[in-house]
């Protein structure tokens, strides 16, 4: 059974940066899409990044595109993201989702089923 765990979130100034780290368990393919979101309050859960279980593949939200990126580490089977260039409206609650038996990058929250508990991230101005 196929199991992610979000780490690393926590409060920052704006300008600083951050990584996240989405412990990947219970999975030994390789056809597995994992995507980050967030979710502020009173804010519908947005698409902030993608990637395939390869790393062969990679996506971004327009909002975070050329600030944020998205890695794996093989060996530790986790993927982080790593968060440059912070601003308020970054502070939200980053989720990771992980959809076995796929190789392209899923944006849409709708079609996962298997969430982390959520990290906070707060940027501070």
């Known amino acids: 059974q196929v199991q992610v765990a979000e780490s690393g979130g926590g409060l920052v100034q704006a300008g600083n940066s951050l990584t996240l780290a989405c412990k990947v368990s219970?999975?030994?393919?390789?056809?597995?899409?994992i995507s980050w979101f967030r979710q502020a309050p009173g804010k519908e859960r947005e698409f902030v990044s993608g990637?395939?279980?390869?790393?062969?593949?990679?996506d971004y939200g327009d909002s975070v595109k050329g600030r944020f990126t998205t890695y794996r580490d093989n060996a530790k089977n986790t993927v982080y993201l790593q968060m440059v260039s912070l601003n308020p409206d970054d502070t939200a609650v980053y989720f990771c989702?992980?959809?076995?038996?796929?190789?392209?990058?899923?944006?849409?929250?709708?079609?996962?089923?298997?969430w982390g508990q959520g990290t906070q991230v707060t940027v501070s101005s």
């Open positions: 989702a992980a959809k076995p038996g796929y190789v392209i990058i899923l944006k849409s929250r709708l079609v996962f089923d298997i």
């Open positions: 219970g999975y030994t393919g390789t056809m597995l899409s």
């Open positions: 990637i395939t279980w390869t790393g062969s593949a990679t």
